[in-house]
């Protein structure tokens, strides 16, 4: 069992708490003593520790993590989703590792929405750190194919501007994995195991794996809470860990819920005492809404699958100069796929002898999709009192962009020599159901209170000796993938709170 008394509880060790952890044990000092603080990191899912090797992978890990469905139920994700993982490393094991870095118009978005600071000057330092640190660059020439250069051609001759994707990997030999939430046995890519953990417990931080935070102890004083430690579960036991500082790391999901278990929420939530009152708690909900694409298929393949295509070209579409209703294609032609995948591609023949041939021959390097996000939507997401994740607010922007992105989709795929084009009369339909990807916001921080959970020093603010830093915090989504913005927010909110809290 862990001991019961800490300067500092991390709960959550996904992205972002790694970084905190390391950083703030590396350079963070006891306020009163001077120190070395005493840290736990606390995660739901377990652990398994060695030393990082980028491209070999450590014993244990290689032989937990697998790229082979059949140890599907080993991967940790919650609910199928790999933005949500119960494991140290959290979905930094399970991202697609493409990199896509904060863009200036999501700088000015986070602004405008919530007032906060997080300009591009003031996190200069922390996108630096987490490219070097995750050896952020673009996907090399030599794993090309000839699918993504015929799209770079094309919408090139169109007018539009496609660049080249990042990626996040080091010694990589592009098996084409990482576009499944199969972890990388090989550790190729980046991850906070094999970048900040490595750190933490050089510095002291005690990593508390298998370990459900249950809920926050929250006193009353006044008209304020106050946090003093955490109510804990492992291996079928619950104990009391006291904290003088609770940070909360666990997604876009997890904050949200383990602040309301503690009695810090909306007044209604399944019949929870709520303490202390914040409207704010699960809601305010940004990500990219889920749409249809379009897909098309080619005579000839656009790829060998000698490499499996990981990323190609993306290219950026707006209709605003602020960059609202902003649509972001992703080019991925010649992608290799598992077979499960493979076999049911909508272009396979249904079954039988036609149906193993396509298999066998790889047909589905002859399809290609392109699938426009709509990464500056115009609806949110909200937790309602049961619970439940629901998408709502004003769609129609969100609507006529998705069916816009669509027809630039088909007439690139129609120029690039698509055959069988899917129809546009697909429907875009949004509902309190629909899904989507790289939410964020739940908690999200801003100056004014009454549309905000924490400031801009990731402090609640109406709890004290609480902050919670995370995907949740962040106030709008990015443009692509919030992998990499969320790691480089974290780096700079690390030096925040070491200078407001630990120095």
């Given at each position: 069992?862990?001991?019961?008394?800490?300067?500092?509880?991390?709960v959550?060790?996904?992205?972002?708490?790694?970084i905190?952890a390391?950083?703030i044990?590396?350079?963070?000092?006891?306020?009163q003593?001077?120190d070395r603080?005493?840290?736990?990191?606390?995660?739901a899912?377990?652990?398994?520790?060695?030393?990082?090797?980028?491209?070999?992978?450590?014993?244990?890990?290689?032989?937990?993590?697998?790229?082979?469905e059949?140890?599907?139920?080993?991967?940790?994700?919650?609910?199928n989703?790999?933005?949500?993982?119960?494991?140290?490393?959290?979905?930094?094991?399970h991202?697609?590792?493409?990199?896509?870095?904060?863009?200036?118009?999501?700088?000015?978005?986070?602004?405008?929405?919530?007032?906060?600071?997080?300009?591009?000057?003031?996190?200069?330092?922390?996108?630096?750190?987490?490219?070097r640190e995750?050896?952020?660059?673009?996907?090399?020439?030599e794993?090309d194919?000839?699918?993504?250069?015929?799209?770079?051609e094309?919408?090139?001759?169109?007018?539009?501007?496609?660049?080249?994707?990042?990626g996040?990997?080091?010694?990589?030999?592009?098996?084409?994995?990482?576009?499944?939430p199969?972890?990388?046995?090989?550790?190729?890519?980046?991850?906070?195991?094999?970048?900040?953990?490595?750190?933490?417990?050089?510095?002291?931080?005690?990593?508390?794996?298998?370990?459900?935070?249950?809920?926050?102890?929250?006193?009353?004083?006044?008209?304020?809470?106050?946090?003093?430690?955490?109510?804990?579960s492992?291996?079928?036991?619950?104990?009391?860990?006291e904290?003088?500082?609770?940070?909360?790391?666990?997604?876009?999901?997890?904050?949200?819920?383990?602040?309301?278990?503690?009695g810090?929420?909306?007044?209604?939530?399944?019949?929870?005492?709520?303490?202390?009152?914040?409207?704010?708690?699960?809601?305010?909900?940004?990500?990219?809404?889920?749409?249809?694409?379009?897909?098309?298929?080619?005579?000839?393949?656009?790829?060998?699958?000698?490499?499996?295509?990981?990323?190609?070209?993306?290219?950026?579409?707006?209709?605003?100069?602020?960059?609202?209703?902003?649509?972001?294609?992703?080019?991925?032609?010649?992608?290799m796929?598992l077979?499960?995948?493979?076999?049911?591609?909508?272009?396979?023949?249904w079954y039988g002898?036609?149906?193993?041939?396509?298999?066998k021959?790889?047909?589905?390097?002859?399809?290609?999709?392109?699938?426009?996000?709509?990464?500056?939507?115009?609806?949110?997401?909200y937790?309602d009192?049961?619970?439940?994740?629901?998408?709502?607010?004003?769609?129609?922007?969100?609507?006529?962009?998705?069916?816009?992105?669509?027809?630039?989709?088909?007439?690139?795929?129609?120029?690039?020599g698509?055959?069988?084009i899917?129809?546009l009369?697909?429907?875009?339909?949004?509902?309190?159901?629909?899904?989507?990807?790289?939410?964020v916001g739940?908690?999200?921080?801003?100056?004014?209170?009454?549309?905000?959970?924490?400031?801009?020093?990731?402090?609640?603010?109406?709890?004290?000796?609480?902050?919670?830093?995370?995907?949740?915090?962040?106030?709008?989504?990015?443009?692509?993938?919030?992998?990499?913005?969320?790691?480089?927010?974290?780096?700079?909110?690390a030096?925040?709170?070491?200078?407001?809290?630990?120095?």
């Amino acid at each position: 069992m862990a001991e019961t008394k800490y300067d500092l509880a991390i709960v959550g060790a996904g992205f972002s708490g790694p970084i905190l952890a390391a950083k703030i044990a590396e350079k963070g000092v006891h306020p009163q003593t001077g120190d070395r603080l005493k840290i736990a990191l606390i995660e739901a899912g377990p652990y398994f520790p060695g030393e990082p090797r980028p491209g070999y992978g450590s014993p244990l890990r290689r032989q937990m993590f697998t790229n082979l469905e059949d140890n599907y139920d080993g991967t940790y994700l919650w609910d199928n989703d790999r933005s949500r993982a119960k494991i140290v490393g959290g979905s930094s094991l399970h991202w697609g590792a493409q990199a896509f870095l904060p863009f200036e118009a999501d700088y000015l978005h986070w602004q405008k929405e919530t007032g906060v600071d997080w300009t591009q000057e003031n996190l200069r330092e922390g996108v630096a750190e987490i490219r070097r640190e995750f050896n952020v660059h673009p996907f090399p020439g030599e794993i090309d194919t000839p699918g993504n250069q015929l799209f770079y051609e094309v919408a090139s001759g169109m007018g539009y501007d496609p660049k080249r994707q990042e990626g996040a990997r080091r010694n990589c030999i592009y098996c084409g994995f990482c576009n499944s939430p199969m972890m990388c046995k090989y550790e190729s890519r980046a991850s906070t195991v094999v970048t900040y953990i490595p750190v933490a417990e050089k510095n002291g931080v005690e990593i508390i794996p298998d370990t459900h935070v249950e809920k926050i102890l929250i006193d009353l004083q006044g008209e304020r809470g106050v946090a003093r430690g955490l109510v804990c579960s492992s291996g079928g036991s619950s104990y009391e860990l006291e904290a003088d500082k609770i940070i909360v790391s666990g997604g876009f999901m997890g904050s949200p819920l383990l602040l309301m278990r503690s009695g810090y929420g909306p007044r209604e939530w399944r019949g929870n005492p709520i303490i202390v009152e914040n409207p704010n708690v699960g809601q305010h909900i940004d990500g990219h809404a889920r749409t249809p694409g379009v897909s098309a298929l080619f005579d000839e393949p656009m790829g060998d699958g000698d490499l499996a295509n990981i990323g190609g070209y993306y290219m950026i579409h707006d209709e605003q100069a602020d960059g609202e209703g902003r649509l972001l294609f992703r080019a991925g032609f010649g992608s290799m796929r598992l077979p499960s995948q493979a076999a049911l591609n909508s272009y396979a023949p249904w079954y039988g002898r036609e149906h193993k041939k396509w298999i066998k021959e790889k047909g589905v390097l002859r399809t290609g999709s392109l699938s426009p996000s709509n990464s500056k939507p115009s609806g949110r997401w909200y937790i309602d009192p049961d619970g439940q994740l629901l998408y709502g607010g004003d769609h129609s922007r969100t609507i006529r962009r998705a069916k816009e992105g669509r027809a630039i989709a088909y007439e690139i795929l129609e120029k690039m020599g698509g055959k069988q084009i899917s129809s546009l009369d697909t429907p875009v339909t949004i509902t309190p159901r629909t899904g989507g990807s790289h939410k964020v916001g739940s908690c999200r921080a801003g100056e004014d209170p009454r549309t905000s959970v924490v400031n801009q020093y990731f402090e609640s603010h109406d709890v004290d000796n609480l902050l919670v830093c995370d995907g949740s915090a962040i106030p709008r989504v990015t443009t692509g993938n919030t992998g990499t913005p969320q790691a480089s927010l974290t780096v700079f909110a690390a030096g925040r709170i070491i200078k407001r809290h630990f120095s």
